[in-house]
């Protein structure tokens, strides 16, 4: 393990590994099971986010360094949110997190649905023991007799109906006897607890829907906290990692899984539920109400929008799995919800592209230089490292030729103060090429500056001798005009102009950032005509940038700006 994302998790595990906690269980097949299992279980009911990025990344993680395994678990109990498309879009993004659900040749690929039978039988069980009931009562009557915070409910009239009337009912529910929300299944526990969850929860209900994997099979379907310990049992998950808010329901996960012990339908240790604070990032939402607002209001281009804090976007933007997993040690584990900095997630994407990165150049608002004294039809080859660290990975060549593409900004007529980049009468080197002296510009008829003027320096040849004699503080990019190649450049920015967006019920549709995408058409060094779609460059200068996966050609690039080379955001 690494010692830098230590954390209370990790404490815990590695106590139980050292009192031996899980040390002699046996799995369906006789063989020993790991100590140490645990489970990412998302509903299929969206796309995966930066958040659930987390949980992957600590449920896979503990799993990998202390040499146990991670189920993937759909947890698909609520028949009508669910879809195969989320499914599979979900093995899609764990996997390109770079995780398996692998142990030896054995995948642990679940789904909650195989286990109807068994979360059924478990219910009878319950029922017959005299810990669960049905209830007729009108969902009003039992939101009401259940009472508020700090003041005990009511038992309800049907509490103490004979187990076999429960039974009973509870098989003619299944049966399809009666409508959605005439019965429902509940836990029978204390209706006094200060704990509300403890209040009798409902364990069953009756959903006549059609289930994405079950069909028309079933028509009561268990509730999610009856549910969730019973599949983590079932799996013989050891540490159950979830988000805060399910604190309050640990005392239930614990009260199911010894009642279900008891009926000898698992054995000790049972698992247990530890909490962690979710993921809150900055100039980003993560509920899946509203992302799916953005996507069908048309306020971004779709799920796998580059500006989309959602697995498929970031992936598309340019994010590296390996920037995601940095991301994830960095900020740990904590025991409080806190807003971790939008700049922690760039700042592991660009700690991982800077040794990762091809350069390039790219000209991204183009205005023509003009090398005067060039001879016209020539060209000299220019070379720069593929990696400045990295002299193994060699050079990449480009021509030089009488008209260059350079940036607008590199381009003053009248300079500002501590400006040295090109004005007239000053000198720059054009980097990999020579140094010029800028000698004028011409203006269309409305005085805009439409080509740049310079002479150039034969001698002056960068990785020449004579390149030492010339001292110049500018150090400008460009690209040859004939040669370059031209590529679409999306220039995307923070969606929101307000770091949270959405907290305290704020309207996140009043914080959107007018600017988030622009759209150029940059000159680019010639030999990027070959780059592959997802392959991540970095445009000298101007930040790393990615070939879109979907849109970008051959010879045809399209590009994504992931982000710039340094924080700047507010500056
Ligand atoms: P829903 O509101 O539909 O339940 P959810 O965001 O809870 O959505 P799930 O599919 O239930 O999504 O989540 C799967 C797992 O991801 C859960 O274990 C959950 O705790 C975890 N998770 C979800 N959001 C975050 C977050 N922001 N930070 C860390 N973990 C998260
Ligand atoms: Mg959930
Ligand atoms: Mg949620």
């Known amino acids: 393990p690494n010692p830098a994302s230590s954390n209370f998790l990790r404490g815990i595990i590695e106590a139980d590994l050292a009192a031996g906690k899980h040390e002699k269980r046996v799995g369906k097949d006789g063989q020993p099971l790991p100590t140490v299992i645990t489970r990412f279980p998302p509903e299929p009911n969206g796309y995966l986010h930066i958040g659930h990025a987390k949980s992957i990344c600590l449920n896979f993680g503990l799993a990998r360094d202390y040499a146990g395994r991670c189920n993937l678990r759909f947890d698909d109990t609520n028949p009508t949110k669910e879809e195969q498309e989320y499914v599979d879009t979900i093995i899609d993004s764990v996997k390109w997190l770079g995780f398996d659900w692998k142990d030896g040749d054995k995948e642990h690929l679940y789904f909650a649905s195989d286990y109807f039978d068994q979360l059924y039988a478990m219910a009878e069980y319950l029922i017959t023991a005299g810990h669960a009931y049905v209830d007729s009562q009108s969902a009003d009557d039992m939101q009401k007799n259940r009472g508020n915070f700090g003041e005990a409910g009511k038992n309800s009239p049907f509490r103490d109906r004979p187990a076999a009337e429960s039974l009973d009912m509870f098989r003619r529910m299944k049966a399809g ?101 979710r993921l809150n990032l900055t100039y980003a939402i993560t509920s899946k109400r509203k992302l799916l607002q953005l996507v069908e209001e048309n306020i971004v281009d779709g799920w796998d929008d580059p500006r989309m804090p959602t697995i498929v976007g970031i992936r598309r933007r340019g994010f590296t799995p390996e920037s995601i997993q940095l991301f994830a040690e960095r900020i740990g584990v904590a025991k409080v919800d806190s807003w971790i900095d939008m700049s922690t997630l760039e700042g592991a994407l660009r700690d991982d592209l800077d040794e990762k990165a091809p350069r390039a150049i790219a000209v991204l608002r183009p205005l023509k230089l003009i090398i005067d004294n060039f001879p ?177 050609k051959a010879g045809k690039p399209v590009f994504n700006r992931v982000v710039t080379l340094k924080d700047g955001w507010g500056k």
């Open 177 to 277: 006897e009666f409508k959605d929300g005439e019965h429902i299944l509940r836990a029978k526990i204390d209706m006094a607890s200060p704990n509300m969850n403890m209040r009798d929860p409902a364990i069953y209900r009756i959903r006549h829907a059609h289930h994405h994997r079950t069909g028309d099979k079933w028509c009561v379907y268990p509730m999610y906290d009856y549910a969730h310990p019973l599949e983590d049992a079932i799996e013989n998950i050891t540490h159950s990692i979830c988000t805060l808010e399910f604190q309050d329901h640990r005392p239930f996960y614990d009260w199911i899984l010894e009642r279900t012990a008891e009926g000898g339908f698992f054995n000790k240790p049972l698992p247990h539920q530890y909490e962690f604070a």
């Open 376 to 552: 016209e039809g020539e060209t000299v080859e220019c070379s720069a490292p593929v990696h400045p660290h990295h002299p193994e990975r060699g050079n990449r060549t480009f021509p030089i030729s009488k008209e260059l593409w350079i940036e607008q900004e590199d381009f003053m007529e009248v300079p500002s103060k501590g400006y040295f980049r090109l004005f007239p009468g000053n000198k720059v080197r054009l980097r990999y090429g020579y140094v010029v002296e800028c000698v004028g510009a011409d203006k269309d008829a409305d005085g805009n500056i439409i080509a740049v003027h310079c002479t150039y320096f034969p001698d002056s040849k960068s990785g020449t001798e004579g390149s030492a004699n010339y001292k110049v503080k500018g150090n400008l990019h460009w690209v040859s005009a004939a040669h370059a190649l031209e590529a679409e450049v999306r220039l995307y920015d923070r969606l929101f102009t307000d770091a949270q967006p959405d907290a305290g019920g704020k309207d996140f549709k009043l914080a959107l950032n007018p600017n988030s995408k622009e759209i150029v058409k940059a000159f680019v060094e010639p030999g990027v005509s070959a780059v592959q779609p997802d392959e991540k460059l970095q445009f000298e200068r101007h930040g790393y940038f990615v070939a879109d996966r979907v849109d970008s």
